[in-house]
């Protein structure tokens, strides 16, 4: 079966109207499926599907014990990558995971939960980081999303150099990505 995610977001870009399957809204019982729509269901036809501009609307990073990453998006998004900078020990890239969709493209909650190593200088992609909670000060980072044609839709920066994003920090995974990072928003 095809993923309803990605031909309802295929719609909105070219701006069809659309009303969902009755089998998408019940499951037999004669009651509407809560796993499809985590959100308030709508009542009779679906709500309209969310036809603007792909954008963050919240960022978080926040140290306990471990990292955990978050970012909310108005409208749904394909891929997203955090990536994290210290002036000194380099750079990581992690990707953020969708959590939870709201109902026809309208949001997204996307989030990262990472380990902290106890090997100085090492990290392993989307699990562990080099950086513990004592680092947070000198950390940077920057949030980059894509839209349903893995093009780049918003950017996100903060931290201790935001506005170094896309110039002196522009390096990930070894490769310069000014032309993306350089348009990143300072929150």
């Not at 679906?46 to 603007?52: D, N, Q, S």
Request: hydrophobic residues 35%; proline residues 6%; negative net charge.
């Amino acid at each position: 079966m095809p993923n309803l995610r990605v031909i309802v977001a295929s719609l909105a870009l070219v701006g069809c109207e659309f009303y969902a399957h009755p089998d998408l809204l019940d499951t037999g019982s004669g009651s509407p499926d809560t796993t499809i729509f985590p959100d308030e269901l709508p009542t009779g036809p679906l709500g309209e599907p969310y036809l603007g501009p792909l954008v963050i609307t919240y960022l978080e990073a926040d140290c306990s014990n471990g990292w955990s990453l978050e970012a909310r998006t108005a409208g749904w998004t394909t891929r997203a990558t955090v990536d994290i900078w210290e002036e000194t020990s380099g750079h990581e890239a992690h990707t953020l995971a969708t959590l939870e969709s709201g109902p026809w493209g309208h949001w997204d909650r996307l989030v990262r939960t990472l380990r902290i190593t106890t090997n100085p200088g090492s990290w392993e992609r989307d699990v562990v980081t080099q950086w513990s909670c004592e680092d947070t000060r000198d950390l940077t980072f920057a949030v980059r999303i894509y839209d349903a044609t893995d093009t780049l839709a918003d950017c996100g920066a903060w931290g201790d150099k935001p506005d170094q994003v896309g110039s002196t920090l522009q390096q990930v995974d070894g490769v310069a990505r000014s032309e993306e990072l350089s348009g990143c928003t300072t929150w």
